[in-house]
């Protein structure tokens, strides 16, 4: 571990400035992604369902899940909480995931917006359906606070 890595944690600045984040370090707080999984979902998943419809539930869940984060920052014991809180078997994050894939459908993911179906064409990125991960690495060249970093390619 590069020793500004921890170092930079006693400097109060970069503590309030991520302040989420270092909670989260310490385990004091939730990260989001862990919360959309809490939050279910009403309707069906399937591909007949139009897109507006799961942009309406979608607005639906940020609602709860804005709900959850609050009552999960105002706990002594978040983890716990969040333990022993239900996990359902469809949750907002499975909706996230079927609105990206409906996105493929007609990519606009960046400000390329090629608006081609990615299951069988490419846009500027050429990237099909299917993107692969090649290599995943901890990248310790960034930022003091952001070090170790979970990398892609
Ligand atoms: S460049 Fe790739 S990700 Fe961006 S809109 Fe085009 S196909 Fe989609």
Known sequence: MRPDAEQVWKND????????YFSIIKKEKIARYLITKKIPITIELDESIPIEKLWSEHQRARGKFNKLLQ????????????QKSDTP???FL???IEIANRILQNCHFCERECNINRE?????CRLGKDAYVS???????EEAPLIPSGTKN
């Not at 600045?13 to 989420?20: L, M, T, V, Y």
């Not at 069988?120 to 500027?124: I, L, M, P, V």
């Open 94 to 96: 499975d909706l996230k």
């Open 13 to 20: 600045e970069i503590r309030s400035r991520f302040n989420r």
């Open 120 to 124: 069988n064409e490419k846009g500027t």
């Open 135 to 141: 290599s995943w690495f901890h990248h310790m060249g």
């Open 89 to 91: 078997k469809v949750s």
């Open 71 to 82: 009552e999960l920052d105002a706990q002594q014991d978040p983890q716990k909480y969040y």
